[in-house]
């Protein structure tokens, strides 16, 4: 990624308030195409027990997907800036793991990068059980709870019901998997 100039700063005039950081210009952005970045936006399990990974990425460019360091493999953006992944190599599941995506130019320059944590859940034969959710990028018990049960708050029923894999409510990673116990039997 290419280095941006430093950014001038600005003297204050002593009897006005000072001027808010000065900040570099943004690079132009071709007609049509959306700013530069790359996002991983869902992680999905199929029902052989595979993961794939979707997300976007400027329409056309490449996206590169690591996984502790280790190439998973490569997608491309399409017209509208979508990208899917499902790696050839699979992962096994355990413990939380860096998950990268590097979003890569025509010309081979990386131009946007995205890393989070990601941890492969044990999924059973025949894919997910109904009443199961995979955690996405984003998530927390309280957006959970709030979209499952009417009410953030109610997180704690969720935590509860996947206590052995939760350690801490306020850390939940993408590519868990949880119960989510019916409305009606979460006290």
Do not use: C, K, M
């Not at 490569?74 to 939380?96: F, K, M």
């Amino acid at each position: 990624v290419a280095a941006l100039p430093p950014a001038p700063v600005a003297s204050p005039a002593p009897a006005a308030p000072p001027d808010p950081p000065a900040r570099a210009a943004a690079p132009a952005i071709p007609a049509g195409r959306p700013p530069a970045g790359v996002s991983v936006d869902a992680v999905d399990y199929g029902d052989d027990g595979g993961v794939s990974f979707a997300g976007r990425a400027n329409p056309g460019d490449a996206v590169r997907l690591y996984l502790d360091g280790q190439h998973l493999g490569d997608a491309r953006a399409d017209a509208e800036g979508r990208w899917v992944l499902a790696p050839a190599t699979p992962i096994a599941p355990g413990r939380t793991q860096a998950l990268r995506a590097d979003q890569v130019a025509p010309d081979g320059r990386v131009t946007a990068r995205v890393e989070l944590p990601f941890q492969r859940a044990d999924t059973p034969p025949g894919g997910l059980r109904p009443g199961s959710i995979v955690v996405q990028p984003g998530h927390s018990l309280w957006r959970i709870a709030r979209a499952t049960y009417g009410r953030g708050i109610r997180y704690t029923v969720i935590y509860e019901a996947n206590r052995a894999q939760i350690r801490d409510p306020d850390l939940i990673y993408p590519g868990q998997v949880f119960v989510l116990p019916p409305a009606g039997q979460d006290g």
